[in-house]
């Protein structure tokens, strides 16, 4: 699986949208981006993912540029409890396929009052 | 909406002593798998299984380490002889097509 790069913290004012970048700069034509986020110690969560266009859904959206190289999460509207670890994971395969999710450090996000 | 539960949410044992840790995930998902977190540091991944077999497995995986699905609902992880290494979160999820769905963990404790 490609490896992802994004920064190791950010935030954001509550109520306002937080962009979530990163990089992955040798995804192959077959890997998704998924995002995922870890609230605490809890078990991390699916939030959303695509493969070249750009996706919505209840949670969030995903930004992925034109050339695959990098891709934005956006939470519109940012709530305290949107505090969390994101992770940004490239891998291939968006069906049944058994794939390993590979956790790297995350973007720690924190949304101030 | 379906989720994935394990118990113990948290578990004591003295170094050398056997535990299972247990994992009921969604119902029709025909992947589960098994990944850990020590305090302060990256997920990892464990093992995955399918159609009653591993499918794959990590380094961190070996001889003491065992999984099974013993009755259709369950997913089990064992742990032969604890060390104290093996204090962990230890979360299992479950997938269908693709999205993984993780449990709460369960918090290992080996004294």
């Known amino acids: 699986d490609a490896k992802t790069t994004q920064p190791p913290s950010m935030d954001c004012a509550e109520g306002r949208a937080a962009n979530l970048p990163c990089n992955h700069s040798t995804i192959s034509g077959n890997e998704y981006v998924y995002w995922y986020r870890q609230i605490h110690s809890q078990g991390p969560q699916y939030i959303i993912h695509?493969?070249?266009n750009n996706e919505t859904n209840e949670m969030a959206s995903l930004i992925i540029t034109e050339d695959r190289k990098s891709s934005t999460l956006i939470l519109p509207h940012a709530t305290l409890r949107d505090t969390a670890v994101y992770y940004c994971i490239v891998r291939v395969a968006d069906t049944g396929a058994n794939s390993k999710l590979t956790f790297g450090k995350g973007i720690t996000l924190s949304v101030r009052p | 909406e379906p989720e994935v539960t394990q118990t113990p949410s948290h578990q004591v044992t003295q170094m050398g002593q056997e535990v299972i840790l247990r994992c009921v995930p969604i119902s029709n998902h025909l992947y589960f798998y098994w990944y850990r977190q020590i305090l302060g540091q990256k997920v990892e991944f464990l093992v995955s299984f399918y159609n009653n077999e591993i499918s794959e497995k990590s380094e961190i995986f070996d001889d003491q380490f065992s999984v099974e699905r013993p009755d259709g609902s369950n997913f089990t992880l064992k742990i032969r002889s604890t060390k104290l290494e093996d204090s962990a979160m230890y979360f299992c999820a479950s997938s269908l097509a693709g999205k993984q769905f993780f449990g709460p963990g369960t918090r290992l404790t080996v004294l």
């Open positions: 695509g493969l070249k």
